[in-house]
């Protein structure tokens, strides 16, 4: 589970839209989930989406404040369905994968990292 990360910037917003106004267009994007995950930095927000009738079929999406966009985070892992709440509890618990997010420029569309428990996330070589 887990491996080599890659980042899609789904939406880019307006520097004058309020996180509640960012998340809002979010959830409609991805024809509204229920968020059941949300953990906020003052750079960044993560949170794991999931549809009421396949919870095992989440997805991650990381909003820089900055940059005022969302990426929706995956890997290549074989895990094509999505990711269960207790898969993301593991990303962010033992593969610290929270240290990508707080600096969320790191998350880019050309980043390379691999992500697997137990290990903090490996930069790769270009």
């Known amino acids: 589970m887990f491996g080599r990360l890659q980042t899609t910037k789904v939406m880019q917003l307006s520097r004058g839209d309020s996180l509640e106004q960012a998340t809002r267009k ?45 990426v929706w985070v995956d890997f290549e892992d074989q895990n094509y369905g999505g990711y269960s709440a207790s898969e993301f509890d593991l990303l962010v ?9 707080e600096s969320p420029n790191l998350l ?13 996330p490996a930069a790769l070589p270009n």
Not at 40 to 68: E, N, W
Not at 93 to 101: P, T
């Open 26 to 70: 979010l959830l409609k994007f991805t024809e509204f989930p229920r968020i059941v995950r949300w953990i906020q930095f003052p750079t960044a927000v993560i949170v794991f989406l999931a549809h009421r009738d396949s919870p095992d079929s989440g997805a991650v999406y990381v909003y820089d404040r900055k940059a005022c966009t969302w």
């Open 93 to 101: 618990g033992q593969c610290h994968f929270l240290k990508l997010v």
């Open 108 to 120: 880019g569309q050309s980043a390379r990292w691999f992500v697997s428990p137990n290990q903090s």
